[in-house]
């Protein structure tokens, strides 16, 4: 069965920074376009971000660009989301994500496997 596993999330201050991880196992990671999710309390599960099977291309919410930057080791069929200059509107659940698809990658439902989450808690 697949696993997708994220750690990293925790409690950060305002314009402080986080690394999020997400190890794959039982899956051919390097074949994947992987993305990370985040749901906040009462609101639907919003698009972060996503990269392509060879990490050559990148996509972002406009609410993180220039902020977070996803990267991947499949060497490792690890992803990772670097998060800089956090506000508390990014706080949130993170959820990695995979998907055989290379398109419409940024719609929740094309997305075949999820992790559990990693709650990210940003204070000011």
């Known amino acids: 069965q697949v696993q997708l596993v994220e750690s990293g999330g925790r409690l950060v201050q305002v314009g402080g920074s986080l690394r999020l991880s997400c190890a794959a196992s039982?899956?051919?990671?390097?074949?994947?376009?992987m993305g990370w999710f985040r749901q906040a309390p009462g609101k639907e599960r919003e698009f972060v971000a996503a990269?392509?099977?060879?990490?050559?291309?990148?996509d972002y919410a406009d609410s993180v660009k220039g902020r977070f930057t996803i990267c991947r080791d499949n060497t490792k069929s690890t992803l990772y989301l670097y998060m800089n200059n956090l506000k508390t509107e990014d706080t949130a659940v993170y959820y990695c994500?995979?998907?055989?698809?290379?398109?419409?990658?940024?719609?929740?439902?094309?997305?075949?496997?999820w992790g559990q989450g990693s709650q990210v808690t940003v204070s000011s």
């Open positions: 994500a995979a998907t055989k698809r290379s398109s419409s990658t940024v719609v929740v439902e094309m997305y075949d496997y």
């Open positions: 039982r899956i051919t990671f390097s074949t994947l376009t």
């Open positions: 990269i392509s099977p060879a990490g050559v291309y990148t």
